[in-house]
């Protein structure tokens, strides 16, 4: 299908998306790529959506019988195959040149949750439910002209391909609109406007300025690079990561809650798709010797007795890969961790444990020359300028011309957003502490895996045990100030340390390290990310409010933040969002996720709380 006119649609464009409904085995994907490597006139960017409802497992993918030009892609395929977990899942070739957004669901609501613009679809008549809902939703995520290629179409998927809007642009060759190869170019009239959220990408902005070197704004400034786009990452001391993410180590893993209904929320499903990211990432980073740490999982103790549900992915465990997660009892904790967990535990496969610096080194280093760090240039507000934004110093000097920016100053975010009401988000300060009693200070048992629960202890490289770490909502009126670290806190973590255990432990107080730092915290302990609302300064507004992706945004003006207490988790899957929000690329996540992070979601509650007031 790929030889049917795509190629001469995508040449010369800077990115170019595809949306292929039934992945199969990948091989069409895989000949696009190698169609895609031979062109020289190629899109610098292809991004290939594709939904399978029943995927293939890693070891059946492998041994496809497949034309052997495509043999070295199949075997990356397979390598890179991802759990059979639903959601969507980020595979990449071609040093990220290529990225295939596979997603393992039905066709129907995966398109539906879809935020894309798609230039060419790709399609099977044979499909089972090809239905007007289903076009519907291929007109609503079609670019103006977009191709659509289907093969074996009949006589009704055609007439409902034209009725949501695809013009027939070539018959199947030679058997009229019947069993062969046919195309479609979308002409239709979408029957809702484009969201306010899709709208704010229209800039296509080519640099964009960062605030912020912390894990939020190295990974926003990776994200941009390879989307090719020009970076300026400001920051305002002589180091990189020098807000909470300076803490020696955090440790990473998406387990939340033990039921059902608490593994299907949005939460939940967010930290899945944030941890198959950032273990990836850790484990490159680690293996690039940028940070130390580990990605070979994590055990998080019951809280309670095991609550013996389900996990999602129990039910899809992978006879290669085994499962995601796995409940442990007493003698599994026991066996895995080397700690008797008195309610035993679940093990998270997709976690571990990085040195956040090191991490936000690494991606600086992946983002190359596309990314430009100015350190030591902290910045004191932003102004609108027609179609460009100024950076600007406390002295009201330019530090920096772009035509968008994303906010990524953690503790300061709320302050450089607050012209634009960020205020209304109610974004709190915690500080925290961790601590770490250097080898041969401490005398218990040593965990062999991270553990977490109440607080979380691991045994770092240099063989130093590290906990905590603590939380306390910091006063409003609080000023930047060096931290100090406090003994009280180093007991207290020492508690929490002892319960986590359930055992003895021995910890020489005055050995103690710790670091402190202070997070940002949203009312709904999600991520804040995406593009940043018009002020409604809670006064309500029109039903349709009652959504984020309607509400209207500032042009040219982004945030990625407030990762509270995981901040390692949530970065990596955050720079992707915060990097398709600015560049219209398709969004890493489901519709209602993208809406879970998203900075308008603050105004649409109040908007929903207005409408509720007053229909009483
Ligand atoms: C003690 C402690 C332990 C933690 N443990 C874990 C853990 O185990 N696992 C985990 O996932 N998370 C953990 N976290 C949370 C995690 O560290 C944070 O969520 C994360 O580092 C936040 O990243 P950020 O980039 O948003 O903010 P920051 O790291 O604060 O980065 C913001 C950057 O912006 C810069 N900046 C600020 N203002 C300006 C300005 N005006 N102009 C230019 N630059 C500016 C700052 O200097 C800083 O470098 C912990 C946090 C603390 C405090």
Same mark, same amino acid.
């Given at each position: 299908l790929i030889?049917?006119?795509?190629?001469?649609?995508?040449?010369?464009?800077?990115?170019?998306? #595809?949306?292929?409904?039934?992945?199969?085995?990948?091989?069409? @994907?895989?000949?696009?790529?190698?169609?895609?490597r031979?062109?020289?006139?190629?899109?610098? +960017?292809?991004?290939w959506l594709?939904?399978?409802?029943?995927?293939?497992?890693?070891?059946?993918?492998?041994?496809?019988?497949?034309?052997?030009?495509l043999a070295?892609?199949?075997?990356e395929?397979a390598?890179q195959?991802?759990? !059979?977990?639903? *959601?969507?899942? +980020?595979?990449?070739?071609?040093?990220?040149?290529?990225?295939?957004?596979?997603?393992?669901?039905?066709?129907?609501?995966?398109?539906?949750?879809?935020?894309?613009?798609?230039?060419?679809?790709?399609?099977d008549? $044979?499909?089972?439910?090809?239905?007007?809902?289903?076009? +519907?939703?291929?007109a609503?995520?079609?670019? /103006?002209?977009?191709?659509? #290629?289907?093969?074996?179409?009949?006589?009704?998927?055609?007439?409902?391909?034209?009725?949501a809007? @695809?013009?027939?642009?070539?018959?199947?060759?030679?058997?009229?609109?019947?069993?062969?190869?046919?195309q479609?170019?979308?002409r239709?009239?979408?029957?809702?406007?484009?969201?306010?959220?899709?709208?704010?990408? /229209?800039?296509?902005?080519r640099?964009?300025a960062?605030?912020?070197? *912390?894990?939020?704004?190295?990974s926003?400034?990776r994200a941009?690079? &390879?989307?090719?786009?020009?970076?300026?990452?400001?920051?305002?001391?002589? &180091?990189?990561?020098?807000? %909470?993410?300076?803490?020696?180590?955090?440790?990473?893993?998406?387990?939340v809650?033990?039921?059902r209904?608490e593994q299907a929320?949005? =939460?939940?499903?967010?930290?899945?798709?944030?941890s198959?990211?950032?273990?990836?990432?850790?484990?490159? $980073?680690?293996?690039?010797?940028?940070?130390?740490?580990?990605?070979?999982?994590v055990?998080?103790?019951?809280?309670?007795?095991?609550?013996?549900?389900?996990?999602?992915? /129990?039910?899809?465990?992978?006879?290669?890969?085994?499962?995601?997660?796995?409940?442990?009892?007493?003698?599994?904790?026991?066996?895995?961790?080397?700690? $008797?967990?008195?309610?035993?535990g679940?093990?998270?496969?997709f976690?571990?444990?990085?040195?956040?610096?090191?991490?936000?080194?690494?991606?600086?280093?992946?983002?190359?020359?596309?990314?430009?760090?100015?350190?030591?240039?902290?910045? /004191?507000?932003?102004? !609108?300028?027609?179609?460009?934004?100024?950076?600007?110093?406390?002295?009201?000097?330019t530090?920096?011309?772009?035509?968008? #920016?994303?906010?990524?100053?953690g503790?300061?975010t709320?302050?450089?957003?607050?012209?634009?009401?960020?205020?209304?988000?109610?974004?709190?300060?915690?500080?925290?502490?961790?601590?770490?009693?250097?080898?041969?200070t401490?005398?218990?048992?040593?965990?062999?895996?991270?553990?977490?629960?109440?607080?979380?202890? @691991?045994?770092?490289?240099g063989?130093?045990?590290?906990f905590?770490?603590?939380?306390?909502?910091?006063?409003?009126?609080?000023?930047?100030?060096?931290?100090?670290?406090?003994?009280?806190?180093?007991?207290?973590?020492?508690?929490?340390?002892?319960?986590?255990?359930g055992?003895?432990i021995s910890?020489?107080?005055?050995?103690?390290?710790?670091?402190?730092?202070?997070?940002?915290?949203?009312?709904?302990r999600?991520?804040?990310?995406?593009?940043?609302?018009?002020?409604?300064?809670?006064?309500?507004?029109?039903?349709?409010?009652?959504?984020?992706? =309607?509400?209207?945004?500032v042009?040219?003006?982004?945030?990625?933040?407030?990762?509270?207490?995981?901040?390692?988790?949530?970065?990596?899957?955050?720079?992707?969002?915060?990097?398709?929000a600015?560049?219209?690329g398709?969004?890493?996540?489901?519709?209602?996720?993208?809406? %879970?992070?998203?900075? $308008?979601?603050?105004?649409?509650?109040?908007?929903?709380?207005?409408?509720?007031?007053?229909s009483?």
């Amino acid at each position: 299908l790929i030889g049917e006119g795509l190629q001469e649609r995508w040449r010369g464009r800077q990115r170019f998306v #595809v949306c292929e409904l039934g992945f199969g085995d990948g091989t069409r @994907f895989l000949a696009a790529v190698d169609a895609w490597r031979r062109d020289a006139d190629r899109p610098r +960017r292809l991004d290939w959506l594709a939904v399978e409802p029943h995927p293939l497992a890693r070891g059946a993918l492998a041994g496809r019988p497949r034309h052997p030009a495509l043999a070295r892609d199949a075997t990356e395929l397979a390598s890179q195959w991802p759990p !059979p977990v639903e *959601g969507r899942h +980020r595979l990449v070739f071609d040093g990220g040149a290529v990225v295939l957004h596979l997603g393992f669901a039905d066709a129907h609501p995966w398109l539906r949750a879809t935020e894309a613009t798609v230039d060419a679809f790709l399609l099977d008549g $044979a499909m089972a439910g090809l239905d007007a809902a289903l076009f +519907r939703s291929m007109a609503r995520l079609a670019a /103006d002209g977009a191709r659509l #290629v289907i093969r074996a179409a009949s006589d009704a998927v055609c007439d409902g391909l034209a009725h949501a809007g @695809f013009t027939i642009a070539q018959p199947g060759s030679g058997s009229g609109r019947g069993t062969a190869v046919a195309q479609f170019t979308w002409r239709g009239e979408r029957d809702r406007p484009r969201s306010a959220r899709s709208r704010a990408a /229209d800039r296509a902005p080519r640099t964009v300025a960062v605030i912020g070197a *912390g894990l939020a704004g190295a990974s926003a400034a990776r994200a941009l690079a &390879e989307d090719g786009v020009e970076v300026v990452l400001v920051e305002a001391h002589g &180091e990189v990561a020098s807000g %909470a993410s300076a803490v020696a180590a955090g440790v990473f893993h998406a387990a939340v809650g033990s039921t059902r209904s608490e593994q299907a929320g949005a =939460h939940a499903r967010l930290a899945r798709a944030a941890s198959f990211e950032i273990a990836r990432d850790a484990r490159a $980073a680690i293996d690039a010797g940028f940070a130390s740490g580990r990605v070979d999982g994590v055990v998080r103790a019951a809280v309670g007795p095991v609550v013996r549900v389900r996990a999602v992915s /129990d039910a899809r465990s992978d006879p290669v890969d085994g499962t995601i997660d796995r409940l442990l009892d007493r003698a599994g904790a026991l066996s895995a961790t080397g700690i $008797a967990l008195a309610d035993g535990g679940r093990w998270v496969r997709f976690a571990g444990v990085v040195e956040p610096r090191g991490l936000v080194r690494a991606w600086l280093a992946s983002a190359g020359p596309r990314a430009r760090l100015l350190l030591g240039r902290a910045t /004191d507000a932003l102004r !609108p300028d027609g179609d460009r934004w100024h950076v600007l110093d406390a002295n009201g000097q330019t530090i920096v011309e772009a035509d968008a #920016v994303v906010v990524a100053a953690g503790i300061a975010t709320p302050t450089l957003l607050a012209p634009w009401g960020a205020k209304h988000w109610q974004l709190r300060r915690v500080r925290g502490q961790t601590s770490r009693a250097p080898a041969g200070t401490w005398q218990g048992p040593a965990p062999r895996l991270p553990l977490t629960g109440h607080g979380h202890a @691991f045994v770092d490289a240099g063989g130093g045990l590290v906990f905590g770490a603590t939380a306390e909502p910091m006063a409003v009126d609080w000023v930047d100030e060096p931290l100090p670290v406090r003994p009280a806190d180093h007991a207290f973590n020492v508690e929490r340390l002892r319960r986590l255990l359930g055992e003895e432990i021995s910890v020489r107080a005055e050995a103690l390290e710790g670091s402190a730092g202070i997070r940002l915290v949203a009312p709904d302990r999600l991520p804040v990310v995406g593009a940043v609302p018009e002020s409604l300064d809670g006064s309500g507004g029109p039903v349709r409010f009652e959504q984020p992706r =309607h509400i209207p945004r500032v042009p040219g003006l982004f945030v990625c933040g407030a990762f509270g207490a995981r901040g390692v988790l949530w970065s990596s899957l955050s720079g992707r969002l915060v990097a398709a929000a600015v560049t219209g690329g398709p969004a890493p996540v489901d519709s209602p996720l993208v809406d %879970a992070v998203d900075p $308008a979601r603050f105004a649409s509650r109040s908007v929903r709380r207005a409408t509720v007031r007053a229909s009483r």
